[in-house]
């Protein structure tokens, strides 16, 4: 499982909401391949070999590069990083908004839509597949495998078999709780702050639970 990095110019901004989002979860990128995607800054000269250098002193893990033409890579160290065709959808699941009902109203051009704060994902999350959705809640009416992860900006919450990593409130909602029908997880975090299976206590493996951050720990317990 890769994550897509994708920047947008221009860099400096870009890089520093990526250092405050590295410093609120220490652990997101760590042990994780990522797959940089250059389309967006692939006509700046010297741009997309500097912010590939630029990732690299942040300790990403770069395993490919894609959306640019090959030869801006010849001759750099990238050069054999170049992915042929491509798909981030094999490797990362990206949650679009819910599209609109087909009898939905025309929305009055003036007026923009709420955004949109919960996410209901109604099948099982298979191993392999990240959702990430920095929004809001992400609710799972299914089962999360191991090799998966769910990402929320807010809390979580699994209607089956949590087994894979749940990462909740990574805009720095301490606030943010994650909850699962039966707990097997690798990993919860919350705000940076995490906990792993060799620490979820004692009566907790299969059962019902809860995780939230009390001052600078996660802490767990079962909801039965």
Do not use: K
């Not at 990593?165 to 943010?176: D, I, K």
């Amino acid at each position: 499982m890769a994550l897509i990095v994708a920047p947008e110019p221009p860099l400096a901004p870009w890089l520093a909401a990526l250092d405050e989002q590295i410093a609120r979860s220490r652990q997101f990128f760590v042990d994780r391949p990522v797959v940089v995607n250059l389309a967006a800054v692939q006509d700046q000269v010297g741009a997309p070999l500097e912010f590939l250098e630029h990732l690299t002193t942040r300790g990403l893990n770069i395993i490919g590069v894609e959306g640019i033409d090959r030869a801006v890579l010849e001759g750099s160290r990238w050069a054999q990083a170049w992915v042929l065709g491509a798909t981030s959808r094999d490797r990362l699941v990206l949650v679009p908004d819910d599209p609109p009902p087909a009898d939905a109203p025309e929305p009055v051009p003036e007026t923009e839509p709420p955004a949109q704060t919960h996410l209901i994902v109604e099948r099982p999350v298979r191993s392999g597949q990240s959702i990430i959705f920095e929004a809001g809640d992400v609710t799972v009416l299914g089962s999360v495998a191991s090799g998966a992860e769910i990402i929320a900006g807010g809390s979580i919450h699994i209607y089956g078999a949590l087994r894979g990593r749940a990462v909740a409130g990574v805009q720095g909602n301490q606030a943010a709780r994650i909850f699962c029908r039966r707990l097997f997880a690798e990993l919860l975090a919350i705000d940076g702050l995490y906990r792993t299976a060799e620490h979820w206590g004692e009566g907790l493996h299969g059962r019902p639970a809860q995780a939230w951050l009390d001052g600078e720990s996660v802490r767990l317990a079962a909801l039965e």
